[in-house]
């Protein structure tokens, strides 16, 4: 008796224990403190005990420590802090240095932060364009030299009186000690408030080249699994040049990227709102970083629901750890009929036939999936496919090149996904090459983009995931980016030369040329994002170097990017989402699985086949759409296929190939299918109201998926689908013609259009229309219109 | 560069750190210079000698004027974003005359009329204002800046008074009335400076656009008849000489500038350790002055 209740307390009473975060604390001078976080963990959930702990220290003299866990200096020395909760103690070593140490506010470090976290610069107050009554200052900080300038001197230092610091106007406007149209920033009383008068009282120094550079930031704690209804406090602290830290949480913007799962205040306080995985951003003097928290779903999951799930790869481990931390259930795996489609759709662009899904349904193997994948990686319509998806990544179309132009910019996209060329040659030809944009169709980029800016851009955008527009004008007010680097980035692509010899374009590498930053006025080290500076002097092709760094298997973002793009292509949203904004604080919604699957594509060489291998052998990527009643709102873990609507070019070959129509396409022969168009300016209007994208700017949002009134007027009573219903020469007139039973006519149509059989409901449904005679052409064209508008047909699922 | 003629350090001694000198006036005869200061004026002789503090004054003086008699100093500032205030001393006995309070925010130009009788002032609260000099009375406002106004000036004849502002523009008023005559809109960022040339007929301006703009004045308009990007940064203040010959420039670029007037040709280019708030000619045009944000008055020729 005894031990079974020893048993169940042991299966029932999880072990309780208690961290102290940060795990080592020194506090350097009078001004530091450090928030601590009395972090009590029990069984894999996390609880935040911070404020209601008792804390002390060992001794005071040293440093104290209040109620709510903000430990501050008092003398130089070593002292221990050790936190209570339930019986359960935690402890932590704290070194105090220079006390003492006279204490001079730092404009960069201080002054900047405070106004940046107050809101004074920002882009509705004194950070707009054109400032705010009289006042300009940069968009959070960006540029502290100006804002130095502005505070201290312009309008006849109208803001900032050295002489008498109190009387200043920036501190009682900002205190609402007078009328200010943006209310009160911050209490007399406050931190803030002292940070800014004493920085003046202490003769307003200005931002120097000496001054500690912040190098990066640390939160505590990075990841923790949360309940329902729980709260967690965040601190920050901030690495900087001279190796010292502070905690900066007071001055940190905060942002939840899902606010139905956790919000967060202006001091980092956490709440959560609701079961799921939230990721709470951190932006301080441009620098990023996240806290990832899990808040696992009040769902009874049992075991074999897991056991169920079809395990492939390791893609299916990741997942299924994610979806176990979340008490998340698998859907089950698709029938074959829904796996054969969707294959086919996600891979190539193409239904497949009726006699194909006939004999894969047949097939008996156990491995008949594993030889679809294969079969469909060799066909030319996958080749169509893949050449269409990196047209519009690069943007190939008339609209800026003359008809040679696009179709050698297609047809070297063509060859490379022909041969399966590593993406890191593919993005290299781009970079490397000169000589005739005819003999070397990649060069067509450099005729699309002309100058620096645009090439920066969209070269960030395309092949680094990075949207770095914003600090084109100012340093990015959500991002690590700064102007400077941008223009370091920019400087790159100053020296690419374009020039027409006769019917040819050339492109060559100048050997001068530079782009100035706009507000230094001076050309900055060409210097790719995070990367090494190049010499300006150098008259080496910058390109060479841009195309190292950019395809340098270590290089965090290129591979990451394409890995992420070609997952969304067959899970419906990318790991990150959206499928080309990788920027740090837009965490995937599976870390784990994005790092493997980027780290294993590296180590395959670049290889986009054996990429797409792994994406379509998971079991992950062949489970149901069909929700179970623990995943019906999941749309980003993948435990269950995402439902998708089918691409512009794919509704419409998909039309043309199930009623035996092909579109006619101007200027081009006959039989070509839209997604063997080189050009996005053919004209089609169902193609443009479907969604096809422009190629205009790189931006994966260019390609629409939305519904919209234009599509169901196409499809109601547009020509384009009634002419393929209606044609002599079309499927509906050969069925008859050929004499087919009834029975097979609808057999062929499922199969053509929904890889599937029909139904004993559907067949007795249709089967007296298509028996009787005079009607028999009608009913089938009827028929035929019926399915190809369906959501079943319009979408792969 | 030029020999420096005087460099007079800490001037608002008593005040640490020193602060800046935000405005200059020369007396008519040029044995005097007044330097505003926070909540006071410094009277030097042209060998840097204090002769007198005037104080006290509300806050910073951000402009000084001496009326062309020689009689009256105005020293205008007040509480930025709360009030105006002016105080008129008697030069000879160096004396408060009276304190004349108006304006919701506090003023960066004053100056007298040529013939004694008024001050304008001109306020970041949009408004330039008319004063009677001997009753203190506000004779009128003139109202039609959007934003602040930081410059003003009279031509030799008092018939006309010019106005700078935030707003970019540059208006003509005739003060007798109030009328605004017209506007110069060809600045493209605010304007900080304005200066007239000793004839009375044109009118240079300077402001956040970097360029020095020389218009000639109209009766009911004017033209534009010289425009320069004089500077790496915002031009802070203006001085035209009284013989006509020379224009200097101070800007956010830390730097001063000497121009030929006629054609807005670089002569000088005098590098300068701080901001430069005001620049202004002796009456002899010999010498100009420049009074920086570091406390400091330095004496340049003016070649």
């Known amino acids: 008796m005894k031990w079974t209740c020893f048993f169940l307390l042991g299966a029932y009473c999880l072990a309780q224990s208690l961290t102290i975060l940060p795990s080592e604390v020194q506090l350097t001078g009078p001004e530091a403190r450090q928030q601590l976080i009395a972090e009590l963990s029990e069984g894999r959930y996390q609880q935040d005990s911070t404020r209601t702990a008792e804390w002390r220290t060992s001794d005071s003299l040293i440093a104290t420590v209040d109620h709510s866990g903000l430990l501050r200096p008092v003398n130089d020395g070593e002292t221990t802090v050790t936190a209570k909760v339930n019986g359960k103690s935690a402890s932590l070593r704290v070194v105090v240095k220079g006390a003492h140490d006279p204490s001079v506010w730092n404009f960069r470090n201080h002054v900047i932060p405070v106004l940046t976290r107050m809101g004074c610069n920002q882009g509705a107050c004194h950070g707009a364009l054109a400032g705010k009554n009289g006042f300009k200052l940069t968009l959070r900080g960006y540029d502290p030299d100006a804002d130095y300038d502005t505070l201290t001197r312009q309008s006849a230092a109208r803001r900032v009186s050295v002489a008498d610091p109190n009387a200043s106007l920036i501190l009682q406007k900002a205190s609402f000690a007078i009328p200010h149209g943006g209310g009160q920033r911050f209490k007399k009383d406050s931190l803030e408030f002292r940070v800014i008068r004493e920085w003046i009282a202490a003769g307003a120094p200005p931002p120097a080249a000496g001054d500690p550079e912040i190098l990066g930031l640390q939160v505590f704690p990075k990841v923790a699994i949360l309940k329902p209804g729980a709260e967690q406090q965040l601190a920050v602290r901030a690495k900087y040049s001279n190796g010292t830290y502070a905690d900066v949480t007071r001055w940190v913007k905060f942002t939840s990227n899902n606010e139905g799962v956790a919000s967060v205040d202006d001091n980092g306080l956490v709440k959560i709102n609701g079961a799921g995985e939230a990721a709470v951003t951190l932006w301080y003097s441009s620098k990023v970083l996240y806290a990832r928290l899990t808040v696992p779903f009040d769902n009874q999951v049992s075991a074999s629901a897991y056991d169920k799930f079809p395990h492939r790869n390791y893609v299916d481990d990741l997942v299924l750890a994610k979806l176990k931390s979340l008490n998340i259930a698998p859907s089950l795996l698709a029938s074959d009929s829904t796996f054969i489609r969707r294959a086919y759709l996600d891979a190539a662009g193409i239904l497949p036939t009726a006699e194909e899904v006939e004999n894969f349904l047949a097939d008996n193997s156990p491995d008949k999936r594993a030889r679809l994948i294969e079969s469909l990686i060799t066909r030319e319509e996958f080749i169509d496919y893949w050449t269409y998806k990196w047209s519009d990544l690069l943007l190939v179309s008339s609209r800026k090149l003359r008809s040679g132009q696009v179709w050698s910019f297609h047809n070297w996209i063509r060859d490379s996904v022909k041969v399966n060329k590593p993406w890191d040659q593919f993005a290299r030809d781009i970079f490397t090459s000169a000589g005739s944009t005819r003999e070397h169709g990649a060069l067509n980029y450099f005729v699309l983009h002309k100058d620096p800016i645009e090439l920066t851009e969209t070269t960030t955008q395309a092949f680094l995931g990075q949207r770095i527009t914003c600090a084109r004008c100012h340093n990015h007010p959500l991002e690590k980016w700064t102007q400077k680097q941008y223009y370091q980035m920019a400087n790159l692509f100053s020296r690419v030369g374009v020039k027409n010899d006769g019917a040819e374009t050339i492109v060559f590498a100048k050997v001068s040329g530079d782009i100035n930053h706009p507000r230094l006025l001076r050309p900055l080290a060409p210097t790719p994002l995070d990367g090494n500076p190049l010499a300006l002097e150098s008259q080496a092709d910058r390109r060479l170097a841009f195309a190292a760094w950019l395809t340098d298997p270590a290089n965090p973002f290129f591979a990451r990017t394409v890995v992420n793009r070609v997952w969304a292509n067959f899970m419906g949203r990318g790991l990150v989402h959206p499928e080309d904004d990788v920027r740090a604080t837009n965490p995937a919604s599976n870390e784990e699985l994005l790092s493997a699957l980027t780290r294993d594509f590296v180590q395959h060489k670049f290889d986009v086949q054996y990429l797409i291998r792994t994406i379509m052998s998971s079991g992950t990527y062949q489970l149901s759409a069909e929700a179970n009643a623990t995943n019906q709102n999941d749309d980003r873990f993948y435990s269950k296929y995402l439902v998708k609507r089918l691409p512009a070019e794919v509704v419409l070959d998909a039309m043309s190939q199930v009623t035996g129509v092909p579109t006619a396409f101007p200027g081009y022969p006959a039989g070509t299918r839209a997604l063997q168009l080189p050009d996005s300016q053919v004209k089609s209007e169902f193609l443009t109201s479907f969604g096809r994208p422009a190629r205009n700017i790189c931006d994966s949002s260019e390609r629409s998926s939305d519904p919209n009134v234009a599509q169901a007027l196409h499809v109601i009573n547009g020509e384009t689908l009634n002419k393929k219903i209606s044609a002599d020469d079309g499927y509906a007139a050969l069925f008859l013609k050929l004499g087919l039973s009834e029975r097979r006519v609808v057999e062929q149509l499922f199969l053509s259009a929904y890889s599937r059989y029909p139904t004993d409901q559907e067949r007795e449904a249709v089967r007296a229309a298509l028996t009787s005679p005079g009607i028999r052409r009608q009913a089938l064209e009827d028929l035929m219109w019926a399915m190809l508008t369906s959501k079943e047909f319009l979408f792969n699922h | ?303």
Not at chain 2, 66 to 85: M, V
Not at chain 2, 240 to 247: L, V
Request: charged content about 20%; hydrophobic content about 45%; glycine content about 8%.
């Open chain 2, 1 to 303: 560069m030029g020999t420096l003629a005087l460099l007079l350090a800490g001037l608002a001694a008593g005040h640490s750190p020193a602060a800046p000198v935000y405005s200059l006036a020369w007396s008519p005869d040029g044995s005097l210079l007044a330097a505003g200061s926070f909540r006071q004026v410094r009277l030097l002789d042209r060998r840097a000698q204090t002769l007198a503090v005037l104080e006290p004054h509300a806050d910073a003086v951000r402009a000084i004027a001496i009326s062309p008699d020689g009689k009256w100093l105005a020293a205008a500032g007040g509480l930025p974003a709360r009030k105006g205030e002016v105080r008129i001393w008697d030069l000879s006995t160096r004396t408060l005359v009276r304190t004349i309070t108006g304006h919701a925010d506090c003023i960066y130009a004053a100056v007298f009329s040529p013939d004694n009788r008024t001050l304008a002032t001109a306020s970041y609260d949009k408004l330039i204002k008319i004063w009677d000099i001997t009753t203190g009375a506000e004779v009128r406002t003139l109202k039609d800046h959007i934003d602040a106004v930081y410059a003003l000036a009279f031509t030799t004849d008092g018939k006309r008074l010019i106005s700078g502002a935030a707003d970019r523009s540059v208006k003509v008023w005739n003060p007798a009335t109030g009328e605004r005559l017209y506007t110069f809109s060809d600045a493209t960022d605010g304007i900080n400076a304005l200066a007239v040339d000793p004839t009375g007929t044109m009118v240079a301006a300077g402001g956040l656009d970097k360029s020095i703009r020389v218009w000639k004045l109209g009766e009911r308009g004017g033209e534009l008849i010289n425009t320069l990007i004089a500077h790496e940064d915002a031009i802070l203040a203006l001085a035209w000489s009284p013989d006509g010959r020379r224009i200097v420039s101070s800007s956010a670029d830390r730097s001063v500038k000497l121009f030929n007037a006629a054609d807005l040709t670089e002569l000088q280019a005098i590098p300068q350790t701080d901001w430069v708030y005001s620049v202004r000619f002796s009456p002899d045009s010999s010498v100009f002055a420049a009074g920086r944000y570091d406390g400091t008055v330095q004496i340049y020729p003016s070649k």
